[in-house]
């Protein structure tokens, strides 16, 4: 299974298995990460599961699309890096990806 590592609100690294198929918002729900709350259940209609990707890994996710950026206008502290959580599907290409999950203040 891939890795997916997560850095919680407060620094904390946990670098935990994700079944393929799964987004890597329910990789994080399912594990109890810190900051990822998911308030839609991964329907792209809140922006509760925003993380900040590692830049060396944002050339190997699928493109952004319309409704996801829409979303993310709402997101506190949006950057260049911002992505929702629910709109990453988990593959072998993405073992080892970096995120940190972004405030919610």
Same mark, same amino acid.
């Given at each position: 299974?891939?890795?997916?590592?997560?850095?919680?609100?407060?620094?904390?690294?946990?670098?935990?298995?994700?079944?393929?198929?799964?987004?890597?918002? /329910?990789?994080?729900?399912?594990?109890?990460?810190?900051?990822?709350? &998911?308030?839609?259940?991964?329907?792209? $209609?809140?922006? +509760? @599961?925003?993380?900040?990707?590692?830049?060396?890994?944002?050339?190997?996710?699928? /493109?952004?699309?319309?409704?996801?950026?829409?979303?993310?206008?709402? &997101?506190?502290?949006r950057k260049?890096? $911002?992505?929702? +959580? @629910?709109?990453?599907?988990?593959?072998?290409?993405?073992?080892?990806?970096?995120?940190?999950?972004?405030?919610?203040?």
């Open positions: 299974m891939p890795r997916i590592i997560y850095i919680e609100p407060d620094g904390t690294r946990r670098e935990l298995e994700v079944q393929v198929g799964y987004s890597v918002m /329910e990789g994080a729900t399912i594990n109890g990460v810190e900051g990822i709350e &998911a308030e839609c259940g991964g329907a792209c $209609s809140c922006a +509760t @599961c925003h993380a900040y990707i590692d830049e060396t890994w944002l050339s190997k996710l699928q /493109e952004i699309d319309g409704m996801e950026d829409a979303m993310l206008e709402s &997101a506190v502290e260049s890096n $911002s992505r929702l +959580t @629910c709109q990453i599907q988990v593959s072998e290409e993405l073992d080892g990806l970096v995120l940190t999950v972004a405030p919610a203040y």
